[in-house]
């Protein structure tokens, strides 16, 4: 399998509400941090919140062995879901955090 990578504006809302995050053996819903979900089924939805997977990530690098291995199988059970690099989505997601964080220390009124 080869990857390239894409680049798309996507708000990083849209991602967190609709991202599954997976390991070697399970996954866990970014939307309500439900662990344990078995990923190599294909299921589509979250089976605690609903919430549809439209993005598939590991946060295991890419060109290690291991994140080798779990890309494949989230190819092989989400072919038509697009798998978006964690990194990439950890830096925007720590960025909007951070961003809301000091936003709202300025409505305090020093």
Not at 63 to 92: M, R
Request: hydrophobic share 30%.
């Amino acid at each position: 399998m080869e990857l390239i990578r894409v680049w798309k504006n996507i708000p990083v809302s849209e991602i967190d509400n609709h991202l599954l995050i997976v390991d070697d053996l399970s996954g866990f819903c970014q939307n309500c941090r439900n662990p344990g979900i078995k990923y190599s089924a294909g299921i589509s939805k979250c089976p605690n919140c609903g919430a549809e997977f439209k993005y598939v990530t590991t946060r295991e690098a890419a060109n290690s062995p291991l994140g080798q291995k779990i890309l494949q199988k989230i190819h092989n059970v989400y072919a038509d879901t697009t798998i978006i690099d964690f990194q990439d989505y950890k830096h925007l997601s720590d960025k909007k955090k951070a961003h809301s964080l000091f936003s709202n220390n300025d409505e305090g009124g020093n």
